[in-house]
């Protein structure tokens, strides 16, 4: 098994241009969240999904959308991209509501 | 909504000194994660409490929810260098929404 599968693992960006990160779990999971790592603030969550079809926003929704069309993938988009997005990625997903999180290995975002 | 403080921010040990982070809530929680990341790494789950008052270990590692369930600690014995990094305690507080605390960043000296 695989687990969760983020790409990709670094990228840099230019202020204004978009991309989308990608995640994916072959654990037949429910629930998938993206979360945002910044020095010193743990993790926050960005938006999140219960299941495909279905998602909602988190702490920090701002300049990020989010689809879920199938539940193997929940990709992060970036709309318009900032400095202030420049933060470690985290794609999560879990078997219940309240159960474990099981992380990918993070993608690295820059924008100058 | 619900927010968990956690302290301290660092901890800098000698190997076999022990360690201990403390997570607190205003408001009662449900349950309590904690998480480990490796520097580099990603997160990875630890454990979950559930029961008030409730206590668990896992070889070295001793996990605690207050009676109250507004507080939860992480206490480690006798620290190895395997045990660097970032533990952080996380707080389900909605449907598939957690609240992680900022984490503890353990460095242990040889």
């Known amino acids: 098994n695989a687990g969760v599968t983020q790409t990709p693992k670094f990228q840099v960006l230019k202020t204004g241009q978009s991309m989308t990160l990608q995640c994916a779990q072959d654990?037949?999971?429910?629930?998938m969240s993206w979360y945002r790592q910044d020095p010193g603030m743990g993790l926050r969550l960005i938006h999140y999904s219960v299941g495909a079809g279905i998602t909602d926003q988190g702490e920090v929704p701002n300049g990020y959308n989010v689809s879920r069309s199938t539940t193997e993938d929940f990709p992060l988009r970036l709309l318009s991209a900032a400095p202030s997005q420049t933060s470690v990625y985290f794609c999560?997903?879990?078997?219940?509501?309240?159960?474990?999180?099981?992380f990918g290995e993070g993608s690295r975002l820059t924008v100058l | 909504g619900q927010q968990v403080m956690q302290i301290p921010q660092y901890q800098h040990v000698q190997e076999g000194e022990d360690f201990t982070t403390y997570c607190n809530s205003s408001t009662t929680l449900s349950n309590i994660q904690w998480y480990k990341q490796r520097p580099g790494g990603h997160p990875v789950f630890l454990i979950q409490l559930v029961k008030s008052g409730e206590v668990k270990k896992q070889k070295r590692l001793t996990f605690q929810f207050g009676e109250a369930k507004k507080n939860s600690s992480l206490h480690i014995t006798a620290t190895q260098t395997t045990d660097v990094g970032t533990y952080f305690c996380a707080e389900p507080y909605n449907f598939n929404k957690f609240y992680f605390g900022s984490g503890t960043k353990l460095n242990v000296k040889p």
């Open positions: 999560a997903s879990s078997y219940s509501a309240r159960g474990e999180l099981f």
């Open positions: 654990m037949n999971h429910e629930y």
